[in-house]
């Protein structure tokens, strides 16, 4: 990717910082709310409010499409893709699972869910032949787990049982985290915990948190694992923004115990964390509605490199370049080390 030209842009803190942010751009400006991005043919692709779905050239940002996968007005707050397609699921009832072509961008609805309580928080591929996404539960408080496998969509039974009120955020599609050997789902809600698939055994591990916890808006909104041990959850009150207390932890044995870190020293609320690539998790960066932060001493302590409002979801382009997503807008940022 060519270096991003400098911008005058609006960061309130950011000159503090600015030996760590070399340069930021807006590439996109619309209506629209965005909370899943996916990076492919260097181009940043979106889902979100409107029925909206499109991309944005990284070279080349005037190169840019939208379509509309429905005449409604659907919610998508998922991204995913495999080797051939994008998927993505509205978050209302009727739940549909849309298949967008790469290559024509042509679309179809591949799967449905009918059920009045169907939600879908996150859609996670593993790989290019496995994939899963779960919703929130049904009456019998069940965990609602859909897995594609052999190239089509199905529901999947689990004797997963969720507390009362335990639920989970479809705040940026990053509560679900995998390796090539576990998958992990984070909840929230009146319970914050850690459901942990192995899939050698195909058998699920449920784990207690510390995270903040206990009200509809509390627990954890995104995890990021870059191996079967080490892995990350941040998260907080969506009510109370400020709050920064228990809504940082990480784990170093896969995610059976959690240790919180920075409580009371971090940007406060936060809906989305991403390992920087290559750094076994040692550096990361994450966003909230009203901030940018980093780590690089594995989460223990963050600095926040700016006072945006309106991002909700981060993916790094590469070791140097991430891409910022939310309210109305995508931005890059080349961070210099």
């Given at each position: 990717?060519?270096?991003?030209?400098?911008?005058l842009?609006?960061?309130?803190?950011?000159?503090?910082?600015?030996?760590?942010?070399?340069?930021?751009?807006?590439?996109?400006?619309?209506?629209?709310?965005?909370?899943?991005?996916?990076?492919?043919?260097?181009?940043?692709?979106?889902?979100?409010?409107?029925?909206?779905?499109?991309?944005?050239?990284?070279?080349?940002?005037?190169?840019?499409?939208?379509?509309?996968?429905?005449?409604?007005?659907?919610?998508?707050r998922?991204?995913?893709?495999?080797?051939?397609?994008?998927?993505?699921?509205?978050?209302?009832?009727?739940?549909?699972?849309?298949?967008?072509?790469k290559?024509?961008?042509?679309?179809?609805?591949?799967?449905?869910?009918?059920?009045?309580?169907?939600?879908?928080?996150?859609?996670?591929?593993?790989?290019?032949?496995?994939a899963?996404?779960?919703?929130?539960?049904?009456?019998?408080?069940?965990?609602?787990?859909?897995?594609?496998?052999?190239?089509?969509?199905?529901?999947?039974?689990?004797?997963?049982?969720?507390?009362?009120?335990?639920?989970?955020?479809?705040?940026?599609?990053?509560?679900?985290?995998?390796?090539?050997?576990?998958?992990?789902?984070?909840?929230?809600?009146?319970?914050?915990?850690?459901?942990?698939?192995?899939?050698?055994?195909?058998k699920?591990?449920?784990?207690?948190?510390?995270?903040?916890?206990?009200e509809?808006?509390?627990?954890?909104?995104?995890?990021?694992?870059?191996?079967?041990?080490?892995?990350?959850?941040?998260?907080?009150?969506?009510?109370?923004?400020?709050?920064?207390v228990?809504?940082?932890?990480?784990?170093?044995?896969?995610?059976?115990?959690?240790?919180?870190?920075?409580?009371?020293?971090?940007?406060?609320?936060?809906?989305?964390?991403?390992?920087?690539?290559?750094?076994k998790?040692?550096?990361m960066?994450?966003?909230?509605?009203?901030?940018?932060?980093?780590?690089?001493?594995?989460?223990?302590?963050?600095?926040?490199?700016?006072?945006?409002?309106?991002?909700?979801?981060?993916?790094?382009?590469?070791?140097?370049?991430?891409?910022?997503?939310?309210?109305?807008?995508?931005?890059?940022?080349?961070?210099?080390?």
């Amino acid at each position: 990717m060519k270096k991003i030209l400098p911008f005058l842009f609006s960061f309130l803190g950011v000159f503090s910082f600015s030996q760590k942010i070399e340069s930021l751009e807006t590439i996109f400006n619309d209506k629209i709310s965005i909370r899943a991005l996916e990076i492919y043919d260097n181009k940043v692709w979106y889902s979100g409010t409107d029925s909206k779905f499109g991309f944005v050239d990284l070279k080349n940002p005037k190169n840019q499409k939208q379509i509309k996968l429905s005449e409604k007005k659907l919610q998508f707050r998922t991204l995913a893709q495999d080797k051939n397609s994008f998927y993505t699921i509205n978050i209302e009832s009727p739940a549909e699972f849309f298949k967008i072509n790469k290559k024509d961008l042509k679309s179809e609805i591949v799967f449905k869910d009918t059920v009045k309580t169907a939600f879908y928080d996150a859609l996670h591929f593993v790989n290019d032949k496995l994939a899963y996404t779960f919703s929130d539960a049904d009456k019998d408080n069940k965990l609602k787990l859909a897995v594609f496998k052999n190239g089509k969509w199905s529901m999947i039974t689990n004797d997963v049982k969720l507390n009362e009120g335990e639920a989970a955020f479809a705040a940026s599609n990053t509560n679900i985290s995998s390796t090539k050997n576990n998958l992990w789902i984070a909840t929230g809600g009146k319970a914050s915990r850690i459901l942990k698939l192995n899939f050698k055994t195909n058998k699920f591990e449920i784990f207690d948190t510390p995270f903040i916890q206990g009200e509809s808006s509390q627990g954890i909104y995104s995890i990021d694992f870059p191996d079967d041990k080490f892995g990350v959850a941040v998260g907080g009150d969506y009510t109370k923004q400020d709050a920064n207390v228990n809504n940082i932890a990480t784990t170093n044995d896969g995610g059976e115990t959690w240790q919180i870190q920075a409580s009371g020293q971090n940007g406060g609320y936060t809906t989305c964390v991403k390992i920087k690539p290559n750094s076994k998790g040692k550096e990361m960066i994450s966003v909230g509605d009203r901030h940018i932060s980093y780590s690089s001493d594995f989460g223990k302590t963050w600095k926040k490199i700016s006072d945006e409002k309106g991002f909700f979801i981060c993916k790094w382009i590469d070791g140097n370049t991430v891409v910022f997503a939310g309210n109305g807008k995508i931005s890059v940022m080349r961070l210099k080390f």
